[in-house]
Nanobody, 123 residues
Framework: QVQLVESGGGLVQAGDSLRLSCAAS????????IAWFRQAPGKEREFIAG???????HYSDSVKGRFSISRENDKQTAYLQMNGLKPEDTAVYYC?????????????????WGQGTQVTVSS
């Protein structure tokens, strides 16, 4: 099991950038695939980015080209660099981990979640 804590959210203007961090405690962080999800008010939680053991990444179409996921195993931390933020990116952002090679996009595949961090983008 890993425990996850997100940080880095805040209130920004459209076009700004933010970097979210997901700090993990526990064993064998490098053996976990990591994903970022977000949930906007009144909407379902959605997958936006994932990174595998091999550091292969994949993204949802809504953030591809603007967001970048990365990880530093020696620091037990994953990141989500968000550029060109838009008002529709406003949501609570969650990181999630699964003890598997691949970061899937399915919420039910993840048993380890952080508490979330709020990102608000004003127009």
């Amino acid at each position: 099991q890993v425990q996850l804590v997100e940080s880095g959210g805040g209130l920004v203007q459209a076009g700004d950038s933010l970097r979210l961090s997901c700090a993990a405690s526990g064993r064998s962080f490098k053996m976990y695939a990591i994903a970022w999800f977000r949930q906007a008010p009144g909407k379902e939680r959605e997958f936006i980015a994932g990174i595998n053991w091999s550091e292969m990444t994949h993204y949802s179409d809504s953030v591809k080209g603007r967001f970048s996921i990365s990880r530093e195993n020696d620091k037990q931390t994953a990141y989500l660099q968000m550029n060109g933020l838009k008002p529709e990116d406003t949501a609570v952002y969650y990181c999630a981990a699964r003890p598997d090679l691949v970061a899937t996009s399915a919420i039910q595949d993840y048993k380890n979640w952080g508490q979330g961090t709020q990102v608000t983008v004003s127009s």
